[in-house]
């Protein structure tokens, strides 16, 4: 069998079973590979080239990027501005979100933008009580319609301008795709607004995080954080040595209370005062006078206030005494400290209920809610005999906007932006870069790095490209050259403005809009030749048409990002991307020869 039959075979099993969605994505873009391979189309390199491919490499070291980004607070940070102009109105909230992602995209890439944003907007949709499904479709083809504002938004722009120029017609401006771009963007903006509620699923997904903006005012309520706890270490002079605890309440000044006394980082019950020993007390005043006058020194003091309990250098975390565990029948009390001083019990239940001021002893099933820095948090907790309720580091990311490494992760992403615009490196070697410092920084550790790409969609990539290579190498490009010029060569230029928009649309729902970019360019360039017309119009209809992803979620990897957080079934991403397709195809028929002439 011919190769090229062979391609096409591979390509609609392909079809079939992304349809038929019983397979996983990975699986089905590995078979594609394999297949390929197994039927002599490619050699075994070319079968495996997609997973050394530089789009690979530069989606990875994107979603290291947003998860910085996110883990920073900086998309924290952007949230809470964003609910702060839009309230709780659906079109306010579509119509900004909608108009961030298509500008980050112009800065960092489609990809780069909805990988950013989809942690936020997740949230959001959580915190607003609306399903995630009626946000991330929109955010994705909101990107779409952005990466046609400035050159550097698709790598398709820089191939159309390359191949403009190639053409003998001069290379497209950096800016003047947006001709085209915000008219593309304004629609696809009206579109969503007017149509998404009842074109978009109403689904969530089986795990949704949950929106822990108002976790201090929760704990400050649950736990009865009304006082200042105050730590005060007892001096070799002091008067109250020799004092036990009961007689030592009833010498505190009024207000003041009693929560525990401390002897080398242990909680006692019962004995004499001693030097050294630190009392930790709760007071609604100030407590000066007292620390005077019984030659107290003050070590600790912690704001249990709700806009201070959490902030960039200290937050808190809940915890829970399993079954088994060994802090079963340790002594304990509100204001002591634990692991070796680096966090400090603000308060303890017991079913629901508060254990009180005075020292109680530990059973299975108590909850404890500690406060330190972020990273003792992190380091203290995974402790196996406590289970904690929420990971410090979620409370972080949504808690704590511009948080610690904010700023040296929004430098790194200015310097990969000044790089990608300004074309000095490849866009693989901009973010790989990028990606590097942000570990080189340590606003990411390695395994935090890891943990934060998607697999399933560099697979998914890696395992379509071959398909690309095969569908140019066998000749079933140029087949598809000829039928083109066979069906649409003597229409009109806008007929045949249509057909080529046609044939980038339907290539384009099946592999990367870039594979797609660089088969019907060709096409695009000589049909150009053989009417004897400028390429410019013909090379912007592949530009707009390869942005128009809208019907499948393997068109794009954005495509593909928001189909687990958002639920999406392969079928729903059509019901959406026809109104948007409408759209795209109406602007490349009607501005595109106006602005770019025949």
Not at 415 to 426: C, E, F, H, R, T
Not at 568 to 586: N, S, T
Request: hydrophobic share 55%; with cysteine.
């Amino acid at each position: 069998m011919d190769p090229a039959d062979i391609t096409y075979l591979v390509l609609a099993a392909a079809v079939v079973l992304f349809v038929w969605n019983r397979l996983p994505v990975g699986v089905v873009a590995i078979s594609v590979a394999l297949a390929l391979y197994a039927t002599g189309v490619l050699s075994l390199d070319q079968a495996l080239a997609g997973f050394g491919d530089p789009t690979v490499a530069f989606i990875a070291a994107l979603f290291v990027i947003s998860e910085a980004l996110d883990a920073t607070g900086v998309t924290a940070w952007a949230g809470q501005q964003l609910i702060a102009r839009v309230g709780k109105s659906r079109t306010r909230l579509l119509v900004s979100m909608m108009i961030a992602c298509a500008v980050l995209t112009a800065l960092i890439s489609v990809n780069g933008a909805v990988a950013a944003l989809i942690p936020m907007i997740v949230i959001l949709a959580v915190r607003l009580g609306r399903p995630p499904s009626q946000l991330l479709m929109p955010l994705a083809f909101a990107a779409h319609a952005g990466s046609l504002l400035v050159l550097t938004g698709t790598p398709v722009n820089i191939i159309v301008s390359e191949a403009a120029a190639d053409a003998g017609a001069g290379a497209i401006g950096y800016f003047e795709f947006a001709l085209v771009g915000v008219p593309l963007l304004v629609g696809t903006i009206v579109i969503a607004v007017a149509l998404g509620a009842r074109l978009l699923p109403t689904t969530s997904p089986a795990t949704m995080p949950p929106d822990l903006s108002i976790l201090a005012k929760t704990l400050t309520r649950q736990y009865a954080l009304h006082n200042d706890l105050i730590q005060l270490r007892v001096s070799g002079r002091s008067e109250l040595i020799g004092t036990d605890s009961e007689t030592l309440a009833t010498l505190l000044p009024e207000g003041a209370a009693l929560r525990g006394v401390a002897r080398a980082g242990q909680a006692r019950i019962e004995g004499p005062i001693s030097a050294g020993d630190t009392l930790v007390i709760s007071a609604e005043n100030s407590v000066a006078a007292f620390v005077d006058e019984y030659a107290l020194t003050p070590c600790g003091r912690v704001d249990t206030s709700p806009d201070k309990l959490i902030g960039i250098e200290y937050g808190v975390a809940e915890v829970m005494i399993p079954p088994r565990s060994e802090f079963i029948g340790h002594t304990i009390f509100p204001g002591m400290m634990t692991a070796g001083g680096d966090l400090i019990l603000l308060s303890a239940q017991r079913s629901g209920e508060d254990l009180g001021p005075k020292p109680a002893t530990l059973r299975a099933g108590d909850t404890l809610l500690v406060r330190g820095s972020w990273n003792a948090l992190v380091e203290h907790i995974a402790d196996p005999e406590v289970r904690v309720v929420h990971e410090p580091d979620l409370i972080r990311r949504q808690t704590v906007p511009m948080g610690p490494g904010a700023k040296p992760a929004l430098a790194i992403v200015a310097v990969m932006i000044a790089l990608l615009a300004s074309g000095l490196v490849p866009a693989a070697v901009a973010a790989l870069l990028a990606a590097c410092a942000i570990v080189v920084c340590r606003v990411l550790t390695v395994d935090q790095a890891h943990r934060s790409i998607s697999w399933t969609t560099l697979i998914l990539v890696g395992g379509m490209i071959p398909l690309s290579t095969a569908i140019r190498d066998t000749g079933a490009a140029d087949q598809l050259a000829s039928i083109f010029l066979s069906v649409f060569g003597d229409l009109d230029r806008h007929l045949l403005l249509i057909g080529l928009f046609a044939v980038t649309v339907v290539l384009g729902q099946l592999i990367s809009n870039t594979a797609t970019a660089l088969i019907v360019i060709p096409i695009a360039v000589a049909i150009a030749d053989e009417i004897a017309v400028s390429p410019l119009p013909l090379l912007m209809t592949v530009a707009v048409a390869a942005a128009a992803s809208f019907l499948t979620p393997v068109a794009t990897p954005a495509n593909m990002m928001i189909m687990a957080p958002g639920d999406y079934r392969f079928g729903d991403y059509w019901k959406l991307g026809l109104p948007m397709l409408a759209w795209f195809l109406a602007v490349t028929v009607l501005a595109v020869p106006l602005i770019w002439t025949f």
